[in-house]
């Protein structure tokens, strides 16, 4: 079973998104306020967090004590929690600058509008923003085995059949 964050302070949007999650078989995790979400997440990296972390952390830009993008920069910070997926959702509406910064701010793979999409389109962008994580996850870890690979030396032989050229005996004359 997948689970999905989600750090919201309006009582309502997370009720709503935690409900949809069930109905969608995920597990869901809710935080009020960004300074909850940051010490949950540095719970995680002190090994205190036992169970399924999520793939995904919907965040709102403006909350109590931290702000969103503080929660998804920490998220990025995080040793066990950097790939996860980070969509930030908000009320207000930002210039295209702004947007920018917020998304810089927490690595965010995606920034939603409230009143948020029906159910069938929400379900279907924050799957493809999971989706698109999970690949670019692969693909990292793909390019890091492969330059790991690159660094070893590698050889042809098998041990048994390396033989330093002293070791070899001519052939026998007739």
Do not use: C
């Not at 949950?40 to 709102?60: F, K, Q, Y």
């Amino acid at each position: 079973m997948s689970t999905w964050m989600v750090v919201e302070d309006e009582p309502d949007i997370y009720d709503v998104l935690l409900a949809m999650f069930e109905l969608w078989g995920i597990e869901g995790i809710a935080f009020v306020d960004g300074a909850e979400a940051i010490a949950w997440i540095e719970a995680v990296d002190e090994e205190r967090v036992h169970g399924d972390l999520p793939e995904l952390a919907i965040l709102d830009i403006r909350l109590p004590e931290a702000s969103g993008p503080e929660v998804g920069n920490r998220l990025r910070k995080s040793a066990k929690l950097n790939n996860t997926a980070i969509v930030l959702i908000t009320a207000y509406r930002l210039s295209a600058e702004d947007e920018r910064a917020v998304i810089e701010q927490a690595g965010a793979d995606y920034l939603m509008y409230k009143p948020l999409p029906a159910m069938p389109e929400l379900r279907a962008i924050l799957d493809d923003v999971v989706s698109k994580r999970r690949k670019l996850k692969e693909n990292t870890e793909t390019s890091k085995s492969e330059s790991a690979n690159k660094t070893k030396p590698t050889s042809s032989l098998s041990s048994s059949e390396s033989i330093k050229e002293s070791e070899k005996k001519p052939p026998a004359k007739p």
